[in-house]
């Protein structure tokens, strides 16, 4: 059995020579990269076919490092938006605290709307049953 820290060997054929390639990767994806790598290098000959095969193969080595900064960038930009998402996730399902007092005088101004709130409500409920 095969552990995933183990190398598996893969024989590609890459521009039409043969090479045996060393990986922790799954044999599909060496294969995808294989053929993935023979199709950019024809369209690299078709569009320059006057170039070297070493300059075609520096190009299409050029072009796969561009499109992996850019990767990278839309990765990096990505985890942003997901921290971001995260902590207003995080802040929408917090409870809602009760305004603390900053002092003495705001607690018993705090305590005296709340007193007020309760006289009014008991007076209000005490009305509506002596009419009956």
Known sequence: MVTQNEKKHYKANLAGKNYTISGNASLPHFK?????????L?????????????????????NALSDQLYKQAEIDELQVKVA????????????????????????????????????????LFNQGTTNL
């Open 32 to 40: 995808a990269t294989e053929t993935l790598f023979n199709k950019q």
């Open 42 to 62: 024809i369209q690299i000959k078709t569009v320059a076919p006057n170039l070297s095969q070493g300059d075609q193969t520096v190009l299409l080595t050029f």
């Open 84 to 123: 971001t998402l995260e902590s207003e996730l995080k802040n929408m399902q917090k409870p809602k605290k009760r305004r603390e007092p900053k002092n003495a005088i705001g607690s018993i101004i705090d305590d005296a709307k709340h007193d007020s709130q309760a006289r009014t409500t008991d007076k």
